[in-house]
């Protein structure tokens, strides 16, 4: 029987990507956590509860680990953060102000952070940014020097980001990228996946995706005249893996929610309709 392991990987001076031993369908090769930070440190995104990534995240430490950050509340992102607390001492950072969402896990936060906090760490200075979206509560963060973006799971490499109402949500989704758009970016630390390098294709192409989705569903909706999500979702992902057809009828449902926003549909007696239907 083999046994995971965490993989770690220098990426710059001061920042160490541990990948965790979580790999699916849903996480694809595991959740990312980043060490940064080259005098004090912080753990971004623990991942699981395993004591043999948890180690590798204190090794990898450039100094005291002075805090864990949260992207954001799903489990395979906080697993880890109350026993790494305990071994390390550091507190749990999290977006403030938050009630749990549908698909969070229980997190116990000491301090938190929000729009605009600033973490200095040696020669690496972070900032938090609150882009909602894939959650209501998700952060990502922002060498500002080093033009990093260490994106949680605004953005993936080579998979498209699930947004899963209530707590997620299309149209704040599109507004965080718009302002990740205009912002110096040089290099995208994905909560999922390899680096991404070239952040103006990437942000443009999820764009155009989503964009591209929506007018599918509101197309959808006019063939059938009424229909569920669940019933769309089955034409526009016909051969998708059969774990993912719950999670694929949530994102045509934040699809719809977004339509009624803007006006080109509403909620029916048996599903939705659109606007002049």
């Known amino acids: 029987m083999s046994v995971l392991t965490s993989q770690s990987c220098l990426l710059a001076p001061g920042i160490t ?26 753990v971004i995104d623990p991942g699981v509860d395993d004591a043999g990534h948890l180690a590798a995240l204190e090794a990898a430490a450039q100094g005291a680990i002075c805090a864990i950050i949260i992207t954001h509340r799903h489990p395979d992102h906080v697993g880890g953060a109350a026993e790494l607390a305990r071994r390390t001492g550091a507190p749990i950072r999290a977006f403030g102000y938050h009630n749990d969402g549908a698909y969070d896990a229980p997190l116990s936060v000491d301090q938190p952070l929000v729009e605009g906090d600033m973490l200095a760490l040696g020669d690496i200075n972070l900032e938090a940014l609150h882009t909602p979206g894939h959650a209501a509560d998700h952060l990502c963060l922002y060498a500002r ?13 080579d998979v498209t980001v699930v947004i899963l109402p209530p707590d997620g949500s299309m149209t704040a989704y599109l507004d965080s990228l718009a302002r990740l758009q205009a912002m110096s970016i040089d290099t995208i630390a994905p909560g ?38 669940a019933a769309i ?36 007696s048996a599903g939705w309709v659109t606007a002049t239907t």
């Open 192 to 229: 999922h996946g390899h680096l991404l390098d070239d952040p103006a294709a990437t942000f443009a192409h999820i764009v155009d995706h989503r964009l591209t989705r929506e007018a599918q569903v509101l197309d959808a909706l006019g063939v059938a005249g009424e229909a569920d999500a």
């Open 17 to 42: 990507r541990i990948t965790a031993p979580n790999p699916g369908p849903m996480t694809g090769p595991g959740t990312n956590s980043y060490v940064v930070g080259t005098g004090p440190c912080v």
């Open 145 to 157: 020097e080093a033009r990093w973006l260490f994106a949680g799971d605004t953005v993936m490499a």
């Open 233 to 268: 979702a089955a034409g526009l992902y016909p051969d998708l893996d059969p774990r993912l057809i719950g999670m694929a009828a949530k994102q045509v449902e934040a699809h719809l929610i977004r339509l009624v926003e803007l006006g080109q549909a509403r909620r029916s």
